[in-house]
């Protein structure tokens, strides 16, 4: 069985600053996939960034980016220049090649202007 | 536009009562999920599919069913609701088992 771990319940960060989400993970699988899912206020489910398992490099959108650490089963999430509008509940989630997901229970970020 | 759609997106129901959430995804995707997310959690997997009359159980399928006749619909069942079932419940799809999973808005129900 898969388990992810959010060690960081809540965090905060001023506009403008950079902040890292932690996210580390267990399994015995060697092929998966990584997400990271952004949950504002309105529920609405929402994916951030994703990362393939089988590949070493980091991947990034925009202000979003990975450090993902396979040996170390680690993948933080880093987001530059915070936006008030990054106010939200990040999720960490792992992905068999099945298809079936394991979420950790969440990081709360405020950006305070 | 192609979208996942959940309904209702309230309910308040009293124990015992069965209770069936409903899931339509116009994506024709392959794949489909229900998972429930309790106040201050993450989320977890009850029941899956890969296709038409496919479905599987996931992590907490204790008093959920679902059944799968089309493509587009996957309704979840409480066959008798429980005050344990209060929670938010969101349905998702993907077009392969690789691919990035899709949210639906999510129906928050409150068991009495």
């Known amino acids: 069985a898969q388990t992810v771990t959010q060690s960081q319940p809540e965090m905060s960060v001023q506009e403008a600053e950079t902040v890292t989400l932690s996210c580390t993970y267990d399994t015995s699988e060697s092929n998966y996939y990584l997400f990271w899912y952004k949950q504002p206020p309105s529920r609405q489910m929402i994916l951030v960034i994703r990362q393939e398992a089988y590949k070493q490099q980091n991947a990034t959108e925009n202000r979003f980016s990975v450090n993902f650490q396979k040996a170390a089963k680690s993948f933080s999430l880093k987001i530059s220049d915070s936006q008030l509008g990054d106010t939200a509940m990040y999720f960490c989630?792992?992905?068999?090649?099945?298809?079936?997901?394991?979420f950790g229970d969440g990081t709360t970020l405020t950006v305070k202007p | 536009d192609a979208e996942i759609t959940q309904s209702p997106r309230h309910k308040i129901t009293e124990t015992g009562r069965q209770v069936t959430l409903a899931c339509h995804q116009t994506?024709?995707?392959?794949?489909m999920f229900w998972y429930r997310q309790d106040l201050g959690h993450g989320l977890r997997l009850i029941h899956y599919s890969y296709g038409v009359h496919d479905t599987n159980k996931g992590e907490v399928s204790d008093g959920y069913s679902v059944s799968r006749s089309n493509t587009e619909d996957l309704p979840l069942t409480l066959e008798s609701a429980a005050s344990s079932q209060t929670s938010v419940y969101f349905c998702a799809s993907s077009r392969d088992r690789q691919e990035t999973q899709y949210f639906g808005p999510g129906t928050r129900l409150l068991v009495l």
């Open positions: 989630a792992f992905m068999i090649l099945a298809g079936k997901s394991t």
């Open positions: 994506w024709n995707h392959n794949n």
